[in-house]
């Protein structure tokens, strides 16, 4: 499928003659009512119970119709079986993962620009808003993807770790060598298409696709399933570029937030009858450790926040730019207890996506009581690799930042190069040969002045050591 105007224009048409079904059976609804198990009489609840607004499938008609979605393939339901004040009193109640206070916090956003939050662990979306009414089309979803610039590199970096890198090792960026902590916290997009080229477009789709990432969109608009291995033509250069959905990126960070344990994210809490007994699921919500927990580890600590962003608790994230014929601003990252990815565009964007994603996230620890939880730190683990910065011949630069980094690795110390050794030899035996004889009056041509300075000026040009 290409993502042209008029395919996203028929999407939504698509998506709004479900919507205004499903509209009908939302205002069917008295106020006050509950079932017997506390919920609301109504089609369609909030975690809670409480019945969502009588617009919410006008306002939402793309993520009504994947509610929909939802409920067929895991339950085999249709909208028919769902509970009716007048057609259907007794009929089934869906309880949803959305949770008002974070919804309502997230209806807050304005202009282009949406966001999403995945409970780690469970996958359960707690809030989702994607500025339907504003923009014509869910902005979140796989029919809207967008570029992820730098928010991409978690997963490049995942894909490092799990083939047994550590997040100290060397990449060449353009103007310097880096660590891979230090490539993903300062954005190095050379040192990362490195990364991503070491390892190929297969391997890092593949970590991609267990952590949660469903499609990706290459630079025509086509979108490829991430599950199918379609992955012909794609570049590893261009991760950056090539669009994915918001709610994928909340997904994936919430696996590294969950410690590697992915699960899939879902909309449905439970479905109940009239009387409150839950009905149970034809599928669960898969869920399984998607990468090892030293990489998510290693993953919290690269992308570590500054403490006082969120008073005094950790997070982790990555906010981004993508500079196109708009700039599109991301931040992604998480609490333990919350993923949570914004996405802004245009005039929408002047402050970054980091003010939609605090909105959201300083709502939970409010209303949730989420407790403040230290990050492990980095693991430790893998190998410091230096394949990134060696030349055709295996060999470092001993000026580069590494060997200034560390001076006692091989290759990088004064006792591997012999000719210093040779320089120090000369040295000494030119400090020892005796003075010149005085100039004499007779017409002799003069003696050549002693070689020791010219020698040595000559040896200090020669040496590329650091230290020289």
Not at 106 to 134: D, F, I, K, L
């Amino acid at each position: 499928m290409q993502f042209t105007k008029m395919h996203l224009a028929v999407g939504g048409a698509v998506a709004l003659v479900v919507a205004i079904g499903v509209s009908i059976v939302l205002g069917n609804l008295p106020d006050g009512a509950s079932g017997s198990g506390g919920e609301e009489n109504a089609a369609f609840l909030y975690a809670d119970g409480q019945a969502l607004p009588d617009d919410f499938a006008d306002t939402h008609p793309a993520l009504v119709a994947d509610i929909h979605a939802e409920l067929e393939a895991r339950y085999g339901l249709t909208a028919d079986r769902l509970y009716d004040e007048s057609a259907r009193p007794d009929g089934l109640r869906v309880v949803l993962t959305l949770d008002q206070a974070l919804q309502e916090a997230a209806e807050e956003t304005s202009g282009e620009a949406g966001v999403v939050a995945v409970e780690p662990g469970t996958g359960a979306v707690r809030c989702y808003y994607g500025a339907e009414a504003e923009a014509g089309t869910d902005l979140l979803g796989s029919e809207a993807p967008h570029p992820p610039s730098s928010v991409f590199d978690m997963i490049t970096a995942a894909t490092a770790l799990e083939a047994g890198a550590s997040i100290e090792s060397w990449w060449a960026d353009d103007d310097a060598d880096v660590t891979l902590v230090e490539a993903v916290r300062e954005s190095r997009t050379a040192a990362m298409d490195a990364v991503a080229e070491e390892y190929g477009v297969e391997d890092v789709l593949k970590t991609a696709g267990s952590m949660g990432l469903k499609g990706i969109a290459d630079d025509e608009g086509v979108l490829r399933d991430v599950a199918s291995g379609d992955f012909d033509g794609l570049d590893a250069a261009d991760f950056g570029s090539y669009p994915v959905s918001v709610v994928d990126m909340a997904g994936v960070y919430a696996t590294i937030a969950a410690d590697g344990v992915h699960a899939d994210t879902h909309f449905i809490e439970r479905v109940v009858d009239g009387d409150g007994r839950a009905v149970e699921p034809d599928q669960g919500i898969r869920t399984n450790q998607a990468i090892a927990d030293t990489t998510a580890q290693d993953l919290q600590f690269t992308g570590l926040g500054e403490s006082q962003a969120i008073e005094d608790r950790d997070f982790f994230g990555v906010a981004a730019d993508f500079h196109g014929e708009t700039t599109q601003s991301w931040f992604v990252g998480a609490i333990p207890q919350l993923s949570v990815a914004a996405w802004a565009n245009g005039s929408a964007a002047e402050d970054g996506g980091m003010p939609l994603w605090r909105n959201v996230i300083d709502t939970a620890i409010e209303v949730n009581g989420y407790e403040a939880e230290e990050l492990p730190g980095a693991s430790g683990a893998g190998t410091d690799m230096t394949d990134g910065i060696a030349d055709d011949d295996g060999q470092i630069d001993p000026d580069s930042e590494y060997c200034q980094a560390n001076p006692e690795v091989e290759g990088c110390t004064a006792s591997e190069s012999p000719s210093e050794s040779a320089s120090e030899s000369e040295t000494e035996e030119t400090s020892e040969e005796p003075e010149p004889d005085p100039p004499t009056s007779s017409s002799e041509e003069e003696p050549d002045p002693p070689t020791t300075s010219s020698e040595e000026e000559t040896t200090s040009e020669d040496c590329g050591w650091v230290w020289c």
